[in-house]
């Protein structure tokens, strides 16, 4: 079903309206009465860390079957939702499933596969400030790739139209506009050379091209978008012309052109997993794997780019993926900008490990190696009251499993 919209400004302010019910429900089943969280808001803490652990939320695993591709992210009332390829469905379509605090279960938010007519890469999704769900992915036999938006009040999945990408599309990431539509970064097999980085946006009747195809100098990988709190946009790639070091450029709206973020070529590393994120401040800080030798964290300070600490991981051996979707690093932000890293550790069978950033040293949080298989298509997302989430794909069942430190 396509998704039409003759006003996109009505359609946002009644999806608005009519979602006000659903934040209340959703407050009050997460014990949180005051409604939507504001990002910036000092966090509401809940047990003192020394009494935090590591815990499996609810079923242990939570898919019945196995799973690809997992991916996790709490919905503006603080409600845990993760998409994944689910193997008990034709073509292995895309699953969604929402954490009840009150129930003390994970939901089906739509019928089980209903998230995709294919096979479903990638699954990176957001939340609108009003609850809309926008899912981005690689679903094999689409010609491009797919975005789908869920409603908050209906429960149905709509298929925006056709053009995310200009073709066959890899290493698919999102990020929502100001106006609440949604853009896309690809890597895009219809270039020449084949696979640069190429960004569209759709303005609520057809997709456009920011800037020009095919962005980067030529071969690219691990695309990773951005949207600051400010309307920063951030696209950051590998690029595999130049040894793969990392690129990050920044969007000028008023030039309609891409700029550079920073210093250019302020690594020589050969950046694996690479990912872009905002800071709530608006900083912009870049995470990257070398090869089975470490994780680097590098902070945005003017014009300059200043890495952080030392290795994130210190003397483990961090796995790196060959493919974009299976997002072996995360990073993300506690309510005080302190940065938290999650990643495997291959020297200890894969495991998940997850660090954050305190007394001038990256630091384990809740101990390393918690999860008690490989934690694979490692996922991880950060609550208002600086609760860390993770979810992937058990090694030893291949079954998606989520687990808080709280």
Known sequence: MLLQHTDPRMDVSTRAAAAIALFTLGSLAMGN?????????????????????????GEAPLSAGEVMSPYLELSPSGVPHIAYQDFLTTNHRLSLRRWSESLRSWLDVVPQGA???QESWYNRFVFAPDGTLWLAAREYGQPTAVVRTLSPFNGVWSLLPSGASPGEAHCVDLALQANGWPIVVVQDRTTTPVDRTTVRRFDGTQWHTMGTPGISAG??????????????????????????????????????????????????????????????????????????????????????????????????????????????????FDSSGRPWTAYQAANEGRKAVVKRFENGAWQAVGGPYFTTAAADYLTMTMGADD????????????????????
Not at 33 to 40: I, K, M, R, Y
Not at 312 to 318: L, Q, R
């Open 33 to 57: 009465s005051s409604g939507q969280a504001s990002p910036h808001a000092p966090a509401m803490r809940g047990r003192p860390e020394r009494l935090r652990q590591w815990s499996v939320i």
């Open 219 to 332: 071969l690219a990988h691990y695309q990773s978008l951005s949207m600051g709190p400010t309307g920063q946009l951030v696209c950051a790639w590998s690029d595999l012309t130049a040894g793969g070091r990392p690129v990050v450029k920044q969007w000028n709206e008023s030039l309609q052109t891409w700029l550079d973020c920073g210093a250019p070529n302020f690594s020589l590393d050969n950046a694996a997993n690479l990912v872009v994120e905002h800071a709530p401040d608006g900083s912009v800080w870049l995470a990257w794997v070398v090869t089975s030798q470490r994780v680097s964290v590098w902070k945005l300070e003017g014009q300059q780019w200043l890495r952080l600490g030392g290795d994130v991981d210190a003397a483990d051996t961090p796995v790196v993926a060959t493919e974009n979707w299976r997002q072996w690093l995360c990073l993300r």
């Open 115 to 117: 998230g995709s007519a």
């Open 387 to 406: 609760t860390p989430w993770v979810a992937y794909r058990d090694g030893a069942t291949r079954k998606a499993v989520v687990m808080a430190w709280r």
